[in-house]
C-alpha cells in the first residue's frame, strides 16, 4: 500500500506516525512545505514544495499512484486539492471544495445551521459588499456600526469569511477595543473578501470535539482543550495553539455528560445536513469548536481537518488501525467498532522559539530534544535538519511535546519534565493541562451556570 501525505506542519507528523504503525505498513510519500525531520524519518520519499501547486501534487500523484490520499492542512483542502485528485481517480481523505466550506466561510457555517435550524449558533449576520457608488463606504459602516452596537450591545465577534491562516477572528475587548475598531476591522474584511461576519460574544469555556466522517457517518474522538493564547494564564496574542489537554474519559473535567452529547449530536446533524446542502458525502475529519456556555453549548466554528495541536493528543491513543479507518470513510463503510481509543490523559505542551509569535529573532538556533520515553511522543513543526543531524529552529511553532498518563496529572508532570529538557533559546507554557488552570475552567463554568 502506498499514500501520498500534503503536509505543513507536526499534525502531518503525527498522521505519518500513526500511518507507520498500521499493520499494512504502508509506504509513505510526503508532499511538505518543508524538509520536515518527523515525516522524512518515516516516509520514502518527501518532496518540498508549495502545497498549493497542484500541477505539482497531482504529477507526484500521478507517478506515484497512492492508494489514497490524506490532505493534512486547511490551504489545499478548502481551494480544492480533493476535487483534482478524484478527477485523476485517486480518492482523498479530505472533503471537496464545496463541502470544505464549512471551513473556508464563517458565513456558509452560519447559513447552513440556520437552514437545517441546528440551532447552536450565536446570534449573527452575514455582511456582504455594497457595489462601490457615492456614499456605499459610509452606508457599509453605518449598517455594521448599528448591528454591533444595536443589536449586540458592543459586545461582539468579527470574522473573516475566508481562510485567513487561524488569524481572521477578533473578539471586542481582546482584539477591538471598541465598536469603531470593530467597523474598522470589519471594512477591511469587506474589502479583502468581500463578506464578513458579525457575532455576539459568548461567555463560556471553549471545548473541541473532532470526528471521522463519511456522508452521515460519524465517528467521534476524545474531547479536547485547547490553549491559543501566547503566554501562561491565557495571556498576550492568539497562536496556532500553545498546548492541548484531553482527559482518560474522553470528556473533559468542566464538562456535564450533556454537554458531550450535544456537541456529538451536533456534528451529526452538521454532517447531515452537507450532505443535503451540497448533495454529495462529506468524507474526512469534522473538526467542532464549541463553547461551553450558561444555557447549554453554542458551536464557534467548523474545520475541515484535524486540528493542531489537537491531532498531536488524539492520534497516539487509536488503538485501531487508522488506515482502516481511511479506508472506510473513503468507501462509506465508517462504523463505531473501527473507532477506539485508549483510555488515557494526554497533554500536549508546544515548544516555541523564545521571541513567538511577535518575531523570528532566535530562527536557525541550535534546538536538542530529550529521549523521548513510551510514554511520550514529540512532533516536529517548523524546524530543519542540518546534513550532521543537528535541528534548528523556525520562526513558528517548533515541536509539540505530549506526555501520555493515567491521569492528567501524570500526563502533564511527563510533558512538562521533558520540555524542561529541552535545550536552546525556547520556550512554552508551564500552565497547560496544570490542576489550577483546569479548576479554573470548572469553577468558571460552575459559576456561569449557578
Known sequence: ???????????????????????????????????????????????????LDFKRMTDIAEEIKPDFV????????????????????????????????????KGFTRDLMKKYMIGAS????????????????SEEKKSLYSYIADELGGEFVVKYDALKGGKGVKVSGEHLASVEEGVDYAIECLDECGRVVIEEKLVGVEFSLLSFVSGTQVCDMPAI?????????????????????????????????????????????????????????????????FMAVKDGIRVIEYNARFGDPEALNILPLLETDFVDICQAIIDGKLTDDLVRFAKKATVCKYITPRSYPT??????????????????????????????G?????????????????????AEHTAQSLCEKVQGPVRFRKDIGTSQLIHQRVLTLKQLRS
Open 390 to 410: 543537528s535541528l534548528h529552529l523556525g520562526g513558528s511553532r517548533t515541536a509539540g511535546i505530549v506526555g501520555i498518563g493515567e491521569t492528567l496529572e501524570e
Open 359 to 388: 518575531a523570528k529573532e532566535e530562527k536557525g538556533q541550535p534546538v536538542t530534544f530529550p529521549n523521548i520515553p513510551t510514554t511520550a511522543r514529540v512532533y516536529y513543526g517548523d524546524i530543519n535538519q542540518s546534513d550532521d
Open 225 to 289: 482543550q485547547d490553549h491559543k493564547r501566547a503566554f501562561e494564564s491565557d495571556t498576550g496574542p492568539n497562536t496556532g495553539g500553545m498546548g492541548t489537554y484531553s482527559d482518560a474519559d474522553h470528556s473533559l473535567p468542566f464538562l456535564a455528560k450533556n454537554d458531550l452529547d450535544l456537541a456529538k449530536a451536533i456534528n451529526c446533524r452538521v454532517a447531515e445536513a452537507l450532505l443535503q446542502e451540497c448533495d454529495e458525502p462529506y468524507k474526512g475529519i469534522l473538526y467542532g469548536g
Open 122 to 137: 450565536p446570534k449573527f449576520k452575514v455582511f456582504s459588499r455594497i457595489a462601490h457608488s457615492v456614499g456605499a463606504l
Open 1 to 51: 500500500m502506498r499514500i501520498l501525505l500534503i503536509a505543513s506542519s507536526a499534525r502531518e507528523h503525527a498522521i505519518a506516525e500513526t500511518l507507520s504503525r498500521s499493520r499494512y505498513k504502508p509506504e509513505i510519500v510526503a508532499f511538505c512545505t518543508t524538509k520536515n525531520p518527523g515525516i522524512a524519518a518515516l516516509a520514502s520519499r518527501l518532496e518540498v514544495g508549495n502545497i
Open 70 to 105: 490524506i490532505v493534512g492542512p486547511d490551504d489545499p483542502i478548502g481551494n480544492g486539492a480533493a476535487d483534482i485528485l478524484s478527477e485523476l481517480g485517486i480518492p482523498s481523505v479530505a472533503p471537496k471544495k464545496s463541502l470544505a466550506r464549512i471551513e473556508s466561510s
